[in-house]
Every structure is written in C-alpha cells, then in structure tokens.
C-alpha cells in the first residue's frame, strides 16, 4: 500500500510519529499534490461553459499536463521513502577498520546522490505545476480562481521544501562536479519557480480585488 492509500488522518499521524518516513520530501510531494489539483478543479469548473469557449481547448490540455504532473508527485511520496532507506542503514554501518571506514564513505556517497534525486524531481515537478498555475490564472474560470491562488502557494512551498531536501544531501556528497551541478539547477529552479509563484498569486489577487 502507498502512503496516500492511507486515510489523511493515518499520513498525518505517520508523519507526526518517530518514524523515519514519510519525513519533509514526502510532505513536500503530497502537498504539490494537493496543489496541482487545485488547479485541476479550477480547470473542470472552466471546461463546458459557453464564456469559456475559446479557451477550451487549452484548458483541456492543462487538464491533462496537469493530471500527469499530480500523478507524478504522487509517486514520489512513495518514492522519497524508498531511497531514505538505504541511507538510513548507510549512516549505521560499522567504522571500526580502515576498510569499513571506506565502505561506509562509498555507501553514504552512492545513496546520498539517490536521495538528492528524489527531492530535485519534486522540484521539477512544482516548477512544472507553477507554470501550469499560471495559464490557468489568466483562462480559468473566476468562479474558482482562488484556488489558483491556493494551489500555487501549495506548490511554491513544496519547491522550497523539495530544495531543503535536496541541500541537506549535497552535505554529505564529495563529488564536487555532481554537488555543482545538481546546485545550480536547484537554484535555478528555486528563483525561476518563487518568482513565477508570486507573479501568479498576485494575478489572483488582481483579480479578485478588482
């Protein structure tokens, strides 16, 4: 059973507990989750009505991106678990011998980089779902774009969660080339998404104040 099978109340009550997992990068990917199909709601109460009818098309095929990248983020809470799991038993092995020492290094470095892969994926995925928030900000029905708003702030928080998750990794790896790399497109990510985030949030804004 996935951890989304369970009842919310079960998830919560997981992620509250001592228990290793779900931790942040799970949380993170299911409340992108829970973003995404806001604007999916928002989408449904668009497609069918006449005022909309020029646009339809387009909402259509955000549905569907969008129903692609909540099914995506909804694997990776499963996902965020399966690689924490061989770190968690990397950090444990014994370090007694100079050949132990080495091999813990080696595990902690091979499973560290899985673990950064999951939170950078979850970033990718909000920065996906952002940009999906914003079209259907500017095209979605008004009778639900606060949702908009809503969805968006839930993604832009799961892209900050997603990088902590990532950082916290970097830590541990010595390859400096991988460490550079997978920084620079998490900050790219993280600037290019925040910014986009509140663009779109202040769209909504602008919208229902007007």
Known sequence: MGMLDKSCKDFLDVLASKEAVPGGGGAAAAGGAIGMALSNMVGNLTVGKKKY??????????????????AELETLVDRDAEVFEPLSKA?????????????????????????????????????????????????????????V??????????????????VINLNTIKDQDF????????????SDGSKLADETLQLVLDKLTK
Not at 179 to 190: G, H, K, P, Y
Request: glycine content about 8%.
């Open 53 to 70: 009818a020029e646009v339809e098309d387009e909402v259509k095929d955000l549905l569907d991106k969008g129903y692609k990248v909540m």
């Open 91 to 147: 950090y444990g092995m014994p370090k007694e011998t100079e050949e132990q020492q080495q091999a813990k290094a080696d595990a902690l470095e091979k499973y560290s980089k899985e673990a950064c892969s999951v939170p950078m994926e979850i970033m990718r995925k909000s920065y996906e779902g952002i940009q999906i928030h914003n079209r259907m900000g500017q095209i979605g029905s008004m009778l639900a774009i606060s949702d």
């Open 149 to 166: 708003g809503c969805g968006v702030v839930f993604l832009k928080s799961a892209l900050i969660s997603g990088m902590l998750n990532v």
């Open 179 to 190: 460490v550079s790399s997978t920084r620079n497109e998490m900050n790219r990510l993280l």
